[in-house]
């Protein structure tokens, strides 16, 4: 099992910057995919990032490219989205996720372990 902590959400005004940070614990995530997705209200859940937790390797949603940065601190299981110039179409809660299965890097499906998500509201 893994167990997933995200923090670091709140409000923020358009053209502002959150970081998000996830906290992973319970089994070894060194051949993991580690992910973020959000979900806005009455939307699916959508693919933001991932990240190989191994070699780093990033992967982006095109609606964020350019704006966030996925990033990992091994030493402290920890994940990182940090996000600038937000939109007020970012505004959803934020989930980060584990995928065991080393594919299907912006499937939702292939992540078993999920955190509780936190809210990033931006604001026009």
């Known amino acids: 099992q893994v167990q997933l902590v995200e923090s670091g959400g709140g409000l923020v005004q358009a053209g502002g910057s959150l970081r998000l940070s996830c906290a992973a614990s319970?089994?070894?995530?060194?051949?993991?995919?580690m992910g973020w997705f959000r979900q806005a209200p009455g939307k699916e859940r959508d693919f933001v990032a991932a990240?190989?937790?191994?070699?780093?390797?990033?992967y982006y949603a095109d609606s964020v490219k350019g704006r966030f940065t996925i990033s990992r601190d091994v030493a402290q299981n920890t994940m990182y989205l940090q996000m600038r110039s937000l939109k007020p179409e970012d505004t959803a809660t934020y989930y980060c996720?584990?995928?065991?299965?080393?594919?299907?890097?912006?499937?939702?499906?292939?992540?078993?372990?999920w955190g509780q998500g936190t809210q990033v509201t931006v604001s026009s």
């Open positions: 996720a584990a995928n065991p299965y080393g594919t299907r890097w912006s499937n939702s499906n292939a992540y078993d372990y």
């Open positions: 319970g089994r070894s995530t060194s051949r993991y995919i």
């Open positions: 990240i190989t937790w191994s070699f780093g390797s990033t």
